[in-house]
């Protein structure tokens, strides 16, 4: 059975009355986000239910996700990186760099994290 996990930023701070075991406040959910600003798809009482494989993936891209925002992947705008354990391990199209990444590293493909460095 996948482990359930809060879909929030690992630093994201719960409000007070989450914290005694209340539901957030109407007309906001976990993320933060008003019931406005939640694609249609998208319910407030929805769960994210993951597997230590993606819990690892998650992991990985929420370091790239701060890499990138301290410039350290500038030299890479516009690619794909593959990362599998805080590593770049392949860059460029995203499935041949996720099929190099796990041969390199020994992982399952889906253990790769592909992360793309956007410009602005």
Known sequence: MPEQIDPRPADAVPSES???GDAEPP?????????EQLPPF???????LV????????AELRW???????????????????IVNRTVEAVGDPGCA???????????????????VGGE
């Open 64 to 82: 790239a996700y701060e890499q990138c925002e301290r410039g350290a992947f500038n030299a890479y705008l516009g690619q794909y990186l593959a």
């Open 27 to 35: 007309g906001t959910v976990a993320t933060g986000l008003t019931r």
């Open 51 to 58: 597997s230590p494989l993606h819990r690892e993936v998650i």
């Open 18 to 20: 989450h914290r005694n």
């Open 98 to 116: 996720r099929d190099e990444a796990a041969n390199k590293t020994g992982v399952p493909p889906e253990r790769v994290a592909l992360f793309y």
């Open 42 to 48: 998208v319910s407030p009482t929805d769960i994210l």
